[in-house]
């Protein structure tokens, strides 16, 4: 099976901070996603990336940034922490096309304080 | 812009009692609905993907349809344990990534 690993389940951190979310997957995917989660707004692209070294913002990028040096490995970057960016972050993975679906990590639930 | 309805926003259902979840989308050009499943504290499971309308796919007790404006997710004599989150999402466009769009989710409850 594939896994898709987020390196914490949870984190507290505080107002202005830089926080690193770590994404490691096991199977060769070539694409690579990061979601946020939050009620009633479901789930909301940040960034996502085809390919090493290649990115593409989502629907919300602002206030965060991603980096891509293996293909293994997607990393979510918040640049200066802010209490709107508490939430359930979501890093998803798939081959190709997608047609067999994202493989979903289990979550970070970040609280920015 | 794709976008994504999901209804109801929560269902509580008895065990044994079936009914369906429906998702309404607008996409351009569309290449794949997906069906999720998300647990508590967890992420998103992978269900199944239709492409076309009139396709029809299952898995124990759940089916998935879809015609050209929604999808539905039929839960037959459901149990305890199809208690969850179900997230609809698309993906449509010319890009060259596979990115989804998601609905907010039905929350599941079946009570014994």
Redesign the interface.
Known sequence: DVK?TQSSRYLVKRTGEKVFLECVQDMDHE?M?W?RQDP??????IY?S?DVKMK?K?DIPEGYSVSREKKERFSLILESASTNQTSMY?C?S?F????????????TRLTVV | EDQVTQSPEALRLQEGESSSLNCSYTVSGLRGLFWYRQDPGKGPEFLFTLYSAGEEKEKERLKATLTKKESFLHITAPKPEDSATYLCAVRGGTGTASKLTFGTGTRLQVTL
């Open positions: 898709v694409n996603f979601y009633g707004l479901g789930l909301r692209l996502f085809y593409e989502g979501l998803a798939s190709g096309q997608g047609s067999y679906g994202y493989t979903f990590g289990s979550g």
